[in-house]
């Protein structure tokens, strides 16, 4: 992403993009800038340092990462959205990865420069947000934190029902026609960026949903099918695409019967390996 000469950490969600544009913006600002140069002010050895970690062939440790810090003269504040972006790309647990990416979506200059992003974040971290937006077929739906709040399954708040129908209507995911609130017929482009980020921690919320549904729910409201088998790798690609196509399916009888909705169900598909080569 080029944000013009000086390019803001907040503006990325790589730290490695960030890297790039900024040194390519002091490059053109100034011809005699160099590698060698930022090395010296990073208090780095390897003048190629830099040029390694943009291409991805190299990752910084704590102590270059301050370096970097250093030389890229940033303030405390933006410091740590690049700590964060750093771990981002390089933790080693999904719960470190989770964690950052949270201080991330938190930042408020974050949001400032990638609104859209921000949203889309929002919609997908919270899984009563797309709920929320389905509850909207229904006839008797109110956009109404206090009417929403007690019918969803577990309850949220009014406050987190304000701010999920405040993150639908400025995704335009909800319009406001005649005094009622509906969906509107457009789909969610979800950022390639946003989407590898966030896809973890959606999946793990609707699995929590189908656990509660295991012990809370009774068995005619919900309906759970499993088998195990012994396949060849080759297969797999091919199970995927028939899971795809099944679900296109579900999805398509579901339209047909959106007039008369009621109840906001979760639909999950599953292909997930049981072993792994020696």
């Not at 890229?72 to 410091?79: H, I």
């Not at 950022?191 to 609707?206: F, G, N, S, T």
């Amino acid at each position: 992403m080029r944000s013009g000469p000086t390019p803001e950490v907040y503006a990325y969600l790589s730290y490695r993009d960030f890297l790039g544009d900024w040194y390519d913006a002091r490059k053109a600002a100034d011809a005699r800038f160099s590698h060698r140069f930022f090395a010296r002010r990073a208090g780095v050895r390897s003048p190629s340092l830099l040029n390694e970690v943009i291409a991805g062939r190299r990752n910084l440790t704590p102590i270059t990462v301050e370096g970097f810090i250093q030389a890229l003269g940033l303030d405390d504040e933006a410091a740590a959205f690049f700590r964060d972006l750093v771990l981002m790309d390089q933790a080693t647990t999904e719960e470190e990865r989770d964690d950052a990416w949270t201080r991330v979506a938190a930042s408020r200059r974050f949001r400032n420069a990638r609104p859209i992003d921000a949203s889309v974040a929002r919609y997908l971290t919270t899984w009563y947000t797309p709920a929320i937006r389905e509850m909207a077929l229904r006839s008797d739906f109110q956009a109404d934190p206090a009417w929403i709040a007690p019918r969803m399954l577990p309850p949220i708040t009014p406050e987190q029902a304000r701010e999920a129908l405040d993150t639908l209507l400025e995704l335009g995911l909800l319009v406001e026609e005649d005094g009622h609130t509906r969906p509107a017929e457009v789909s969610l482009a979800t950022p390639h960026e946003v989407a590898k980020i966030i896809a973890r921690r959606y999946h793990l919320q609707m699995l929590d949903r189908a656990r509660d549904a295991l012990d809370n729910a009774r068995a005619e409201e919900r309906h759970f099918l499993g088998v195990t088998v012994a396949i060849p790798v080759a297969l797999v690609d091919t199970l995927k695409g028939e899971l795809d196509r099944f679900q296109e399916r579900l999805l398509h009888l579901c339209d047909e019967q959106a007039a008369g909705a009621e109840r906001v169900y979760q639909l999950n598909l599953n292909l997930v390996p049981l072993s792994q080569d020696p």
